[in-house]
Every structure is written in structure tokens, then in C-alpha cells.
């Protein structure tokens, strides 16, 4: 079993920047990628961005790409997403995801899940 942590989230202003973090634990972590979604109220959870675990390729969807940057510590288990520029249409839960074999952006491929963690941007 996989447990994933996020933390990180807060309420800015627009045009702060802020630092998510998704810790993740189990028995044998090592997943083939790992991802971040988000959710606004009244929305349904969307793509935000992806990595492949092992070798570091990226993929973002359209709304953040420029200003979000995934990456990865392997020592640590640990996922974060540096984002940038933060505009209040950034507001919503954002959760970070593992995936045992897929990099894509749908959530169907991805097995466990964080608790996800609120972020708001004022304007």
C-alpha cells in the first residue's frame, strides 16, 4: 500500500507563487509516474501536470504550462509542484497521484491518491 501527503497549500494573492509537496510512503515505493490533478468547486478534478518517475519527463496540461513545474526528489519520495504567477482560476483542491505503470493524463491511470490539499488565490 502507497499513503501520499500532500501539504504546501495556502491563500495568496495573485502573481505569488507557492510550493506544493506530496510525501509518499509504503513498503515498496517506486512508482512509474506520479501526477498532480486539481479541483475547483463546481468542477470536475482536471489534469495539472505528470512526471515519469525514473527518468523525469514532464507533461502539463494547457491551463498551467509555463507557469507550473513538477519535479521529483527519489531519495525523499517526494513530488512538488513550484507554481508561479498564481491567477485566482488556479483556486481548488489540488491532489498529487502515483501511477504502478502508466504516464498519462487521465485519472483512471493512476492507483493511489492524496487527501489533496486547498489552495486559494485572492485577486
Known amino acids: 500500500q502507497v499513503q501520499l501527503v500532500e501539504s504546501g497549500g495556502g491563500l495568496v494573492q495573485a502573481g505569488d507563487s507557492l510550493r506544493l509537496s506530496c510525501a509518499a510512503s509504503g513498503r515498496t515505493f517506486g512508482p512509474y509516474a506520479m501526477g498532480w490533478f486539481r479541483q475547483a468547486p463546481g468542477k470536475e478534478r482536471e489534469f495539472v501536470a505528470s512526471?515519469?518517475?525514473?527518468?523525469?519527463?514532464?507533461y502539463y496540461g494547457d491551463s498551467v504550462k509555463g507557469r507550473f513545474t513538477i519535479s521529483r526528489d527519489d531519495a525523499k519520495n517526494t513530488l512538488y509542484l513550484q507554481m508561479n504567477s498564481l491567477k485566482p482560476e488556479d483556486t481548488a483542491v489540488y491532489y498529487c497521484?502515483?501511477?504502478?505503470?502508466?504516464?498519462?493524463?487521465?485519472?483512471?491511470?493512476?492507483?493511489?491518491w492524496g487527501q489533496g490539499t486547498q489552495v486559494t488565490v485572492s485577486s
Open positions: 497521484a502515483a501511477s504502478a505503470a502508466a504516464f498519462t493524463t487521465l485519472q483512471s491511470g493512476y492507483n493511489y
Open positions: 512526471i515519469k518517475w525514473s527518468v523525469g519527463n514532464t
